[in-house]
C-alpha cells in the first residue's frame, strides 16, 4: 500500500472543512438566538419602564392640575367676594408736592387695584405649586417609586 496520494488528503481536507463550516454555523446560530432572546427581555424591560414611568408622570400631572384649579376657583371666588379697590403703597409720595394741592386726588394714580394684586399672588402660588409638584416627581423617579 503506498502512501496517502493526494485525492485522499484533499478528500479529508473538504471533510475537515466541511465538518468546521457545519460547527460555525451551528455555533453563530446558538449566538444569535441568544442575542435575540436577550433583545426581546431588555425590549420588554424598557416597555415595562416606560408604562411605568408614563404612569407616574400622568399621576403627578394630574394631581398638578388638580391643584392649580383649586388655585384658580379660590382666586375667582377671592375676586368675585372682594370688590376691586386701589391700593395705595406705603412708600413715600410718588407724585411729589402735588399730592397737597389736590387734596390726595392723584394717590388713586400712584396704587395698584387689588384685582392685579390677587393675579399675583395667584401667579406666585402657581409656580410655588408647580416647584413643590416637580420636587415630589423627582423625589419618586429617584426613591423608584414608580408604580
Not at 119 to 137: M, N, W
Request: overall charge positive; hydrophobic content about 40%; some cysteine.
Amino acid at each position: 500500500m503506498p502512501g496517502l496520494n493526494w485525492i485522499q488528503v484533499a478528500g479529508g481536507a473538504v471533510a475537515a472543512f466541511a465538518l468546521s463550516f457545519l460547527l460555525h454555523t451551528v455555533d453563530v446560530n446558538r449566538i444569535e438566538s441568544n442575542h435575540r432572546a436577550e433583545m426581546a427581555k431588555q425590549k420588554t424591560d424598557l416597555e415595562t419602564a416606560f408604562a411605568a414611568d408614563k404612569k407616574l408622570t400622568e399621576e403627578n400631572s394630574r394631581a398638578y392640575q388638580k391643584q392649580v384649579s383649586n388655585l384658580t376657583r379660590k382666586l375667582a371666588d377671592a375676586k368675585r367676594l372682594l370688590p376691586s379697590r386701589c391700593v395705595v403703597p406705603v412708600t413715600g409720595q410718588a407724585s411729589g408736592g402735588n399730592r397737597g394741592a389736590t387734596g390726595g386726588i392723584n394717590a388713586r394714580l400712584d396704587g395698584v387695584s387689588s384685582d392685579a394684586l390677587i393675579d399675583y399672588a395667584g401667579e406666585c402660588e402657581r409656580y410655588r405649586l408647580q416647584v413643590i409638584s416637580l420636587q415630589d416627581f423627582i423625589n419618586q423617579v429617584w426613591e423608584g417609586k414608580a408604580p
